[in-house]
């Protein structure tokens, strides 16, 4: 069964950092474009951050660039979101997903498969 599974949101001050997991099952993820979405409340989805599987180059929203750092490793077939400076508007459930065609989007039509989401509140 495919699944990506995200862990580690949480609640934290302003300026604080989260590091964000999200773990593979049911197929590798060496091949698949990983993106990081958000979706706050009344607002709609973003894309924040997306990792080439090809070279791994990196993409990050203006909203998050400076702050977040994405990276991949391999071979526990798990894709990590470091959050740093959080600010109280970085608040929003945070999704990993995985593109099987290798798009390199921050687009969310792209992405075959979702995790189930992981809460981020940041207060002031």
Do not use: H
Request: with cysteine; charged share 20%; glycine share 10%.
């Amino acid at each position: 069964q495919v699944q990506l599974v995200e862990s580690g949101g949480g609640l934290v001050q302003a300026g604080g950092s989260l590091r964000l997991s999200c773990v593979a099952s049911g197929f590798t993820l060496d091949y698949y474009d990983i993106g990081w979405f958000r979706q706050a409340p009344g607002k709609e989805r973003e894309g924040v951050s997306c990792i080439s599987s090809n070279d791994g180059s990196t993409y990050y929203s203006d909203s998050v660039k400076g702050r977040f750092t994405i990276s991949r490793d391999n071979a526990k077939n798990t894709v990590y979101l470091q959050m740093n400076s959080l600010k109280p508007e970085d608040t929003a459930v945070y999704y990993c997903a995985a593109d099987s065609l290798q798009r390199y989007s921050p687009e969310s039509m792209y992405y075959d498969y979702w995790g189930q989401g992981t809460q981020v509140t940041v207060s002031s």
